[in-house]
């Protein structure tokens, strides 16, 4: 069955943004409300200028997590989204049970898809580019 024949393709990538959106914005909040927390954990994992990078972190997920939410000039917070997830799984879950890791791997790979397929017929870019 192809794309045009298929009326239900166009769910596909805003159900996928909803997921990944939903989390990340979660995600990102937390670090915002405990960023003190996140920039100790940071420090403890040997990461350089973690008061910093905390606070790079927060608010790519949060801001991220949002325009991936909306599907609003999305293919940016895919890419950064996608390196969250890549830095966090080389610093924390690298060597560990796999069940640790599963969540991180499939935003990693939820969000290069979505990077690959674009945001999708319901989204702030669909709309852009029709106007």
Do not use: H
Not at 78 to 98: D, I, P, R
Not at 109 to 128: C, P
């Amino acid at each position: 069955m192809s794309n045009s024949e298929n009326k239900y393709v166009d769910i596909a990538p805003l159900l996928l943004r909803i997921g990944v959106g939903v989390i990340f914005i979660v995600a990102g909040w937390g670090k915002l409300n405990g960023i003190e927390g996140v920039e100790g954990f940071f420090g403890g994992l040997g990461i350089p200028l973690p008061g910093i990078m905390a606070w790079v972190v927060a608010i790519v997920e949060f801001v991220g997590g949002i325009m991936v939410l909306l599907g609003a000039y999305a293919r940016i917070p895919y890419l950064l989204l996608a390196c969250v997830m890549v830095v966090a799984l080389l610093t924390t879950k690298l060597g560990g049970e796999f069940s640790s890791a599963r969540l991180d791997l499939m935003l990693l790979l939820a969000n290069l898809s979505l990077f690959f397929i674009g945001s999708g017929k319901y989204s702030v870019d669909d709309r852009l580019n029709k106007g």
